[in-house]
């Protein structure tokens, strides 16, 4: 590839607090010919703190595809460009992989520069097992999803991570408390790097109660990081190949909370493991 051609750079931006950004990131925004953003109005904010006036376009979640050809094009033409997300490192929960992708499908250079991300800021300081995790994004909008989801997780060794909105994270709690132990520790980290700030580690049950209770912990962006299972707590998890092949005949005439109920008077098994056996089943 011509080495006239511009090069992307990955600009991870502030999650909330301005100072909270790399003097290189200044740097490259002052630098580049075109700043994509998720949100001009808000990235401008940002800009104008730190007096850069580069030209700002728009790449978002319903003109990604469009705006990243575009954007390819200039490249191609000697242009550089900054992805920038509202907050954080692009891409993770955010717009930006197509465009990513077609660059380097071109054989273009694609930068990082590196800076805050909400979910690692928050593994940092949750007091949860940091050697093995995973990063599971935004949940399902539904219940039904999101139990499924929690249904996956019950028995994983590895903390993991989700964001979730303030519109849904006590349906979220809720739901969890359907399908994981409520004795697990879990951690809720909201408004990191603002001046609402809270990171609290206790018991999912603790904390559906904490956040019930209190309408200021139903407030801002959440970062949600549960602690994984014990060895023994995933062994205990686990049905024998009998009940799940009961289980999986019940599901084919009844419905879910049928079938589990059936199950229940039939093995004797808890409830709670029987549904989330089913949700598994019913999914598959």
């Not at 790449?59 to 200039?74: C, P, R, T």
């Not at 949940?139 to 590895?158: I, Y």
């Not at 903390?159 to 969890?176: G, K, N, P, V």
Request: net charge positive; aromatic share 4%; charged share 25%.
């Amino acid at each position: 590839m011509s080495s006239e051609c511009g090069k992307l750079y990955v600009v991870a931006t502030p999650i909330g607090n301005l100072a909270d950004i790399s003097f290189r990131a200044v740097d490259i925004l002052k630098q580049v010919d075109l700043i994509a953003a998720e949100d001009t109005r808000h990235v401008k904010k940002l800009l104008q703190h730190y007096g850069i006036t580069n030209k700002l376009v728009s790449l978002h979640q319903q003109n990604e595809d469009k705006a990243s050809s575009v954007l390819l094009k200039k490249l191609l033409a000697g242009q550089s460009v900054a992805l920038v997300s509202d907050a954080g490192t692009p891409l993770l929960s955010d717009p930006g992989m197509p465009l990513v992708k077609m660059v380097k499908d071109a054989g273009l250079d694609v930068v990082p520069i590196p800076g805050a991300c909400a979910f690692i800021a928050a593994l940092s300081a949750a007091g949860l097992p940091v050697t093995r995790f995973s990063f599971e994004g935004f949940l399902p909008r539904t219940s039904s999803a999101r139990k499924a989801f929690f249904s996956e997780k019950v028995m994983s060794t590895r903390t993991w991570i989700f964001y979730e909105s303030c519109h849904r994270i006590l349906a979220s709690l809720q739901d969890m408390g359907e399908i994981i132990p409520l004795g697990r520790s879990i951690v809720i980290a909201r408004e990191l790097t603002k001046l609402h700030e809270t990171i609290v580690k206790t018991s999912l049950g603790n904390a559906l109660e904490m956040v019930e209770q209190n309408e200021n912990m139903r407030k801002g962006e959440f970062v949600v990081l549960v602690d994984g299972a014990a060895v023994a707590d995933k062994k205990a998890q686990i049905i024998t190949a009998e009940q799940g092949n009961l289980l999986r005949v019940l599901l084919r005439e009844c419905s879910i909370k049928t079938a589990v109920t059936m199950a229940v008077e039939i093995t004797g098994v808890k409830k709670k493991l029987l549904y989330q056996a089913a949700l598994a089943l019913d999914k598959e």
